[in-house]
C-alpha cells in the first residue's frame, strides 16, 4: 500500500497536479449534492494551493483580506509553515490559523 504523500514533500508540478484533481473531484461531488465532500476536496485543494505560496511574503502585524470572505480582514500575528495565526478583524478576538492561500 503506497502511503500517500505530504504536499510539503509534493514538488510544484506535482501539487499543480493535485489542485486540479481536487477541484474536479470537488465539482463532482458538488453536482452530485455531496456537501461534505465537496468541502474536503475544497479545503485540501486550498491546503495544496498554501504550499506553492512564500510565506516570506506574507509579513505580521499587516492586515489581509479573506479569501472567499467578503469585508473580513485577518491580522497575522506571527507565521508557522504556510500558517498565518492571528485574529480576525470584527471577530471574536479568538487567535486561529489560516493557510496562507486564503490571504489577499
Request: glycine fraction near 8%; avoid cysteine.
Amino acid at each position: 500500500m503506497e502511503r500517500e504523500r505530504r504536499y510539503s514533500e509534493m514538488t510544484e508540478t506535482e501539487l499543480k497536479q493535485e489542485i486540479a484533481q481536487l477541484k474536479e473531484k470537488a465539482r463532482k461531488a458538488e453536482q452530485l449534492g455531496i456537501v461534505n465532500e465537496f468541502a474536503v476536496m475544497e479545503r485540501k485543494a486550498v491546503m495544496a494551493q498554501a504550499y506553492l505560496l512564500d510565506p516570506a511574503d506574507f509579513v505580521p502585524g499587516e492586515i489581509y483580506a479573506v479569501e472567499g470572505a467578503p469585508g473580513t480582514y485577518f491580522k497575522i500575528d506571527y507565521l508557522k509553515g504556510v500558517f498565518a495565526w492571528g485574529y480576525r478583524l470584527n471577530g471574536s478576538g479568538k487567535e486561529e490559523a489560516l493557510p496562507i492561500s486564503l490571504l489577499k
